[in-house]
């Protein structure tokens, strides 16, 4: 192609692409999947859904001397926590129940969900012994605060006969 041509051209192809440049021809972008989200199924079949929203770290609330990380989100009739020991079980998978620790101190992971109002009262956890499924501790951390996991679980209730709940989904915060 001569310098001539390619002279004649240029004009062509800029005024194009300023052109294409103006119109709106990207597909809309679908919402990003969910990453911080539990699913509860109770045993009537209706499920509902748990957003965790914080990770700190700091002393067991019950063995000061163990550093875990938390998540405690609180709301006017729920409350879930999650108590890890980061030493102790990142990158670990764990067959329910969990031992959640005793007089001695914090061990490995709990997840504890408890409601009161009037369509669900329940407390749940991951240590009680007829709590089957896994969790995943896929990382965990306190310089800074981070937690994943992933869970696909049967809690046994705290309560004696009752209500048990069904729980899958994935928590990744901080870090």
């Known amino acids: 192609m001569t310098s001539r041509r390619v002279l004649a051209v240029l004009p062509v192809l800029a005024l194009s692409m300023l052109v294409a440049c103006g119109e709106e021809t990207r597909p809309e972008a679908a919402d990003p999947p969910q990453k911080n989200e539990l699913t509860f199924t109770k045993p009537d079949g209706d ?36 108590d890890v020991v980061p030493d102790k079980v990142d990158g670990e998978t764990f067959e329910l129940p969990v031992d959640a620790g005793d007089e001695e101190g914090a061990a490995n992971a709990l997840l ?58 994935h928590v990744e915060l901080g870090g």
């Not at 499920?47 to 001397?65: I, L």
């Not at 696909?152 to 009752?162: C, M, R, Y």
């Open 47 to 82: 499920t509902f859904t748990v957003v965790p929203k914080k990770v700190t770290c700091g002393p067991s609330d019950h063995y000061e001397s163990v550093q875990v990380v938390k998540v405690n989100d609180f709301d006017k009739s729920s409350i879930l926590l999650i």
């Open 112 to 169: 504890f969900y408890s409601a009161e109002r009037a369509e669900l009262d329940v407390e749940v956890s991951t240590a009680q012994e007829d709590s089957s499924g896994t969790l995943t501790i896929v990382r965990a951390g306190c310089d800074p605060a981070m937690l994943e996991l992933d869970i696909d679980a049967h809690l046994d209730s705290e309560l004696n006969g009752g209500t048990e709940l069904d729980v899958r989904g």
